[in-house]
């Protein structure tokens, strides 16, 4: 497996890969890899004969006050990892050669239709940020297939959003979330958890669970069900940000005529220091 920090680098393999007759596939990843991640990379390997792994603390997408500086990070171990499940490339470049202009003053895609609802509303500029590096890492490695976990549900919808506003030829792929054997969601962010808060951790996945059965059953009343949501992760230590029923395909508020299949329910909660999200499709 090669490790490539240029952008010419990239450039570089991936046309002698296609000279080859090879299609790319692209996973990007902030590092500090776990099994949702490596979940990606066998999904991306099934799809094409030369797979290339990002790993970029994208800076862009962090707040004010937010963990860019503590993100963890464990490169040496997300090498051998992504090498085992038969990654071809790492890109890993330094901040500079992604965002050579000062800080400030960098180009940046924005996705209104969904950058300012939910995640956007608590963490303001980070789709800004995601959208940015996304279309940045698509116009270097040029794949012809991205894989992106749906952990990240509103992400996955605003580069979906994304590829068909810009007319990319570039098939989006969401991968299912890789979860404990506990319920929660895998992330790199679990391991600040205390002993502690790890054992309350699945109570946001269990909540989840609860309003998509009332939502299965026929319950439309969805205020009620998001604020009952937020109450139950209240009652079991989580600081919510949000508990919403949105519907898939645009993440707006439901109407009536939406079936249940059609839709999700996302939240965001803090345990302690530590900030989570999940979502689960109503079945």
């Known amino acids: 497996m090669q490790t490539l920090e240029s952008i010419a680098a990239v450039r570089g393999l991936v046309a002698a890969r296609r000279r080859d007759g090879e299609g790319v596939a692209l996973v990007p990843t902030m590092g500090n890899l776990h099994e949702g991640h490596l979940s990606l990379a066998r999904v991306a390997r099934a799809r094409a004969g030369c797979v290339i ?70 963490r303001p500029g980070h789709f800004d940020g995601v959208a940015t590096v996304v279309i940045k890492l ?68 269990r909540t989840l669970e609860a309003a998509c059965r009332r939502i299965a059953a026929g319950d439309r009343a969805w205020p009620a069900i998001e604020a009952e949501a937020c109450k139950a992760l209240e009652d079991s230590g989580f600081v919510p940000d949000y508990v919403a029923v949105r519907r898939t395909v645009d993440l707006l508020p439901p109407q009536e005529a939406d079936t249940a299949r059609e839709l999700v329910v996302l939240a965001a909660a803090r345990l302690g220091r530590t900030r989570l999200i999940d979502n689960l499709r109503v079945e």
């Not at 994208?58 to 997300?78: A, C, H, I, K, M």
């Not at 116009?139 to 297939?145: H, L, T």
């Not at 570039?170 to 404990?180: E, F, K, L, Q, S």
């Open 53 to 122: 792994a990002s790993v970029f603390v994208n800076p862009l997408q962090f707040g004010p006050g937010e963990d860019f500086e503590r993100y963890p990070r464990s490169f040496g171990r997300d090498c051998e990892l992504l090498e085992a499940e038969g990654v071809d490339a790492v890109f890993a470049p330094p901040v500079a050669e992604m965002y050579p202009a000062e800080a400030g003053q960098q180009t940046l895609v924005v996705v209104p239709a969904f950058s300012r609802m939910l995640e956007g509303e608590s």
């Open 138 to 205: 698509f116009n270097i490695v040029m794949p012809d297939v991205a894989v992106f976990g749906e952990k990240d549900f509103q992400q996955l919808a605003l580069i979906r959003r994304l590829v068909r506003d810009l007319c990319l030829p570039i098939d989006i792929v969401g991968a299912p979330i890789v979860r404990d054997p506990d319920g929660l969601a895998m992330s790199s962010r679990n391991q600040y958890l205390s002993p502690a808060e790890r054992r309350v951790a699945p109570a946001l996945h």
